[in-house]
């Protein structure tokens, strides 16, 4: 009852400062949304996390495992999910099955336009079978369905609206309040509050680690940013690993992206090795493909894209450019000082082949709605997180344009398109895994999108924060256990 009274305090109040006692998370960009049918951007999908339980997650192998629900496969095509334990919503109300049906029906509601509905496109229905069970049914066998199932449940009464206002969940935070640059969530288990406070000024974000005004920032600064931190009393910098899969991407519906010499031109002219060396310092290794080769699905024979300046001079000769006479682009990128450094490096790159890049920046809501509508030539982001070999009916699958997925670069190719389709209907693993490495080589050679790296998990926390850690994927997740140590107690 008492957390429930916090709560109640919490939400009447407004939260317009974070509470003495409060832990306090620095975000260099904000969350798009907290609905997650419609999260996308790494921000919004970490926040939704922390807020809603999914049905499935995945283990550090990226192997499917139960997390809301335990599963069963009855016949090839059809799946049934039992609700773990006696699950709640943070208003008190059970989560019935009823809940996870309505949630899932609502995804793939053509209306609703929902960017993962392209990844579910292989339901044909679903169903409550009682209070605590779902069955999905599928239209052809796909023994990785289970994985598909990350997407958070709402209440069936919010799930039937437009979208989720003010959210209810059932994860281990519950909203207390939104705003445009702040989101405050309170822990369920101990009424702990978590204020996240939208910092998109690097330098911002660091002096306020340094005066203690912050407790954690999950990434989001320069390399020689992050170590200067790590040796600031009380601040310690803490790197792994990572999935995060950066990438240019070319807009293949018009411009001269839209033409494969143009793509192998820019893809040539990057150095990836000096950026890695001196702008990176070691904080990323370099990316072949969009899945780490470690993964069951990965290239691990796909050869790292090459550094060519002489091949990409003369494909472009051949279009009548050169340094004299150089190819204009645009490219796209958010106003993060980081990725704006990144840009000029690109810039100057590029200038050598006899392409002159003009770089435009964006808040990160004007970047990432450009980008989702196609209004660009070239473009740099980043795939977080990602788990399933999905990923490439979501970003490369002709059906796949935004609202309904994220070809974001109208990229069509019908070979691409036949080795997905067979991909997913493929009866087991070793005969799928063998077909994703078949796309992975397709898109390589078609060019479309230029790899760049695989970018470190890295944050910098302060004193008052006791047991962070984070995975591969960079979520929030361990905030559910982190303790904040009260200044006396330290002493």
Known sequence: MRHAVVLICLLVSGCAQPPDGSLRVGLATPPVTLDPRYATDATSWRLCRLIFQAPVDFDARFAAVPALMDWTQPDATHWRFALRGSPRFHDGTPLTAADVVATYRAVLDPARASPHRGSLANVVAVDAVDPRTVEFALGRPDPSFPGLLVIGVLPASDAAGERAGHPTGSGPFAVVSVAPKAVMLVRRADGQQVAFEVIENETTRALKLTRGELDLVPGGFAPEVAHWLARRPGLSLTERDGTTFSYLGFNFAQGPTARAEIREAVSLAIDREAILAYVFRGQARPAAAILVPTHWAGAPALPAPLHDSDRARTLLAR?????????????????????????????????????????????????????????????????????????????????????????????????????????????????RAALYREIQAELAGDFAYAPLWYEQQVFVRGPRLVGYHTDASGNFDALADVQAVRESTRR
């Open 319 to 431: 279009l009548g450019y050169s340094r004299e006479r150089p190819l204009a682009l645009t490219y796209k990128t958010s106003s993060d000082q980081f990725r704006l450094r990144l840009a000029t490096v690109l810039q100057a790159q590029l200038a050598e082949v006899g392409i002159a890049l003009a770089v435009q920046s964006f808040d990160w809501g004007t970047f990432y709605a450009d980008i989702k509508s196609g209004r660009f030539e070239l473009y740099g982001l980043s795939w977080v997180g990602l788990q399933l070999p999905d990923v490439f009916r979501y970003a490369f699958h002709s059906t796949a344009v935004p609202p309904v997925g994220a070809n974001r670069g109208r990229y069509a190719n019908a070979r691409v398109d036949a080795l997905i389709d067979r991909a997913e209907a493929a009866s087991d693993l070793s005969t």
